[in-house]
């Protein structure tokens, strides 16, 4: 091509190709000085704005200073400029960090916590009081954290280089009586420390004081009502702070830094103490919904609860902290006869233990069980306010608890029970009443009455309380440059134009520079793309056959791997390749551009953990109907080695390209007489499709039949123990399978792939219609835990329970399913009377909202409530792993239940109550036992003597049986050219 070019043309070309990359550089260059004049220019000024080296920092400091004045901040900039920040490293760090670089001293929100954590752990991952991450999560909130670097700040001691220092907490402040008592005197010398080795301007966020109205009142409050509900802020000037807290306060002030705190009673604190005021806006969590029109929306809500008047509103009640060592008060026996006895959709929000607790009290003394669907708790702060969104009220006791639901955009009441909470309330504009004041009758209380006598939102001013809020940010956020404002649309109106003089030539000259420097950007990737283009055009002319056209492309692609499929040691994989109806140039590109093989997948999708803290409702619409199914769906997708793989999420009616399709699937085969009226027939037929489009091999994995013992044996069975005893898989010939069911087999069959069952009953009814033998070796969650000896683990502790044979022992408790048509089976009653009730810390694990029913049916029945503690859920299978690594032993009715106890090293035993259960425990030699053989009597069921009838683990041969199935696993996926977890691989070598 080059050789029939004109002379003019060739020489041109020549040209561009030496001068391009010298105009692309010099371009770069360019916009590279702009940029670090950009950057140095502006944030030397941000940072001399806090540290006052210059002629025009002082004068705009000046001006700042006239503003601050009328909005009663006067001395905050005096310590502006007394920052003992060097100039130069300031510049130093503004031009080497494109963002600014935010020292952040708190809750680390990085990461979202797993779901389906009991109360206690949720504890130790989060934090004592839940609410705690609501204020934390609302200040990180604050930050733009597009335009900001944030480095986590551990300890003292360590010196980071950052531009600011954002430190938001809450009850900070003491009387210097309690102070030396309490936990906040060590963190107060540690925030003094980090504030101290830092040298930047310090932002200490939403700070409050943690003062009872009868510590300054006088103990007389609680019987002279009148006194506490004139009681004003006058009493702040008592409360005398000790000397760490005073000069942590200076250090911030000193810092050029920003205090804000929860309202005018700890301002008046501070002040009273000799400081310069701070700044009563409030906690963080008033900017956390956006909506600069929330009381609007908060309001007309109002409106209509009051309109309504109904009982079947769903309330969120947050509950009133109540230590163990006192008695409940009045207000919790109300909760217990006024709301949740009357209001059925009312669900009780935990932020503590101790709320636990006290929900276990108010059921011992009103006779109040609030089941799993009415009672939550949050460890998440973004998860807490997505899971309000569906209430249409909030009430109590709790601050943070209201905050998360007006975040939500859900009205609600706090009913002020000290000085923290009414500031906050005040400072906030939100409907509130003091607790000794209020009308809280517990046995004449009426919701709607006590809204009535409360100021609502619009009354109060709600929404332009929250402007000048947000204004008091934008302001402060401005003069304290590297720290980037979150985009809020609640700012303050024309905040431009009432900058100072000298601070909007700043902010004009900034802009301009910006749009220069996007000018040069945009000039140089034109430059470079117009210029990289001409030169790889002249390439891919020159040398026509890297396109893929020729003999030499088809050999590269046969490199990259094409050829490799089709040698694949199974002839019907390699058919059903060349049948896919792409030509050689499209089956050469696919080569080319994919290195991993593609596998298709049909199924749940586990990508990011889901959110945690969802109600069982909410989470069945999230993950599925029954949680056990996201066991054998998570199992199968683990048998992937992910790192060599691309998994594609196989689409209806889109067509994908793939080297292999896995489907786990679980309860497919049915009788030909209940499968047309199944969800599975429609399942069916949507995964024939998929295996006849795919054009490769398909993997059918764990495939197995929903035949209950009575369907194949007569309805006589459940009177005839010894027939159940005897029960063989014979009966699976029975089983005539719908010609859509058969149809999907052959056509797996025909693709080259695998189908592997449950266990021998479904193989016998396959092979019994008439189609090859699957392979029979159990559900793939008997892969999911990689230790070759994981018999001789379960073994070792199975024989630790039987020795310890103790009733402190933790049971994790699978529940039997039982539709709410039927009654309550005997063995369900065996779980109250003789697990539940011996058993203090044995737990039910849920996995379906029948389930939550059963354990209401129970408690009517035997008395038995499980409170917060007791009761589990697992939407996410890992978690559900996770979750039951704690325990000892697990018990019960689900097979999948059990199968995360063995992922987690916890022995068990699973009673099988049908040939579903009955053929995976086989397959899988799992201590297990039919339940009509059974000797479940619930007067005399003794665990540690059924143990005893069982056979366990080692005499089972369980990790030989493993160690044979994973052998399958390696042959087939080797055959099939599918990467295997090397995990499995493991334990089938061992």
Known sequence: MVAVMPPTQRTSASLVRRQAPIAVALLIFVSFLAWTKHVGSSSAVQLNHATGHSKSTKQEAASLTDKQLASGS???????????????????????????????????????????LRLSDAVRVATNNFGNLVWAYAAWQLLDHSAAEVVEVVRPGVKVDVDALLMPTANLLFDHTPYLKSPMQRHTQMLYGLAHSVSAPTLLVGIGSQVEFDQVLGGDVVANKTKAASADFAAAADVVLHQQQVQLLEQVQKSGGVITTRGKFTEAIITANGLSPPLPIGCPSF??????????????????????????????????????????????????????????????????????YTLQRLNAKHGVCLGAERVLFYYDAQSWIDGLKDFDFVFGFRIHGTMAALAAEVPGIVVSKDYRIKELAEAMALPSVDLLAAKLDDDSFDLFEFMDTLTSYEAAGFDQRRREAAAVYVREFERLKPLPAARHSIRAPAMVAVMPATQKTHHLKRQLRFFTIILLVFVTLFAWTHLSGSISGVSLRSQPLKHGHSKAAKQEASVTGLTTQLDRSSDDTAASIRSSGDDDSSSSSTAVTSLKPRIGWVGHVFGERPPSGL??????????DNFGNLVWAYAAWQLLDHAAVEVVVMRHGVKAKVDALLMPTANLLFDATPYPKTPMAGHTNMLFAFSQSAAAPTL???????????????????????????????????????????????????????????????????????????????????????????????????DAVLAARSTKLRLAITMPAISRSNDVPLHADLLAKRIFKLFPNSVAVLQTEEDAYTLQRLNAKHSVCLGAERVLFYYDAQSWIDGLKDFDFVFGFRIHGTMAALAAEVPGIVVSKDYRIKELAEAMALPSVDLLAAKLDDDSFDLFEFMDTLISYEAAGFDQRRREAAAVYVREFERLKVPLNPGVAAIAGS
Not at 323 to 337: E, I, N, Q, V
Not at 339 to 346: A, D, E, Q, R, V
Not at 615 to 624: E, G, H, S, Y
Not at 701 to 722: C, H, M, R, Y
């Open 74 to 116: 006067e001395d905050t900039d005096g310590s502006i400029v007394s920052s003992d920040v060097d100039g130069s490293t300031d510049s130093v760090t503004a031009v080497t960090s494109l963002k600014p670089r935010i020292g952040w001293v708190g809750h680390s929100l990085t990461d979202r916590p797993p779901s389906g």
């Open 287 to 356: 900017m956390l919904n956006h909506n600069p029109r929330l009381g609007e929306v908060l309001q007309k809500k109002w409106d209509a609860v009051l309109a309504a008047r109904s009982t079947k509103l769903r309330l969120a009640i947050t509950m009133p902290a109540t230590p163990r060592t006192k008695g409940l008060p009045l207000h919790a026996d109300l909760l217990a006869k006024r709301i949740f006895k009357l209001f059925p959709n009312s669900v009780a929000v935990l932020q503590t233990e101790e709320d636990a």
């Open 615 to 624: 109600r069982l409702t909410d989470a069945v619409r999230v993950a599925t």
């Open 700 to 798: 059918l994995i764990g495939i197995g039949s929903q035949v209950d013992f009575d369907q194949a044996l007569g309805e006589e069975i459940a009177a005839n123990k010894t027939k159940a005893a005897s029960a063989d898989f014979s009966a699976a010939a029975h089983v005539v399978l719908h010609k859509q069911q058969t149809q999907l087999l052959r056509q797996v069959q025909k693709s080259g792939g695998i189908i592997t069952t449950r266990g021998k009953f479904t193989e016998a009814i396959i092979t019994a219609n008439g189609l090859s033998p699957p392979l029979p070796i159990g559900c793939p969650s008997f892969m999911l835990n990689h230790n070759p000896r994981l018999g001789e683990v379960l073994q070792k502790k199975w």
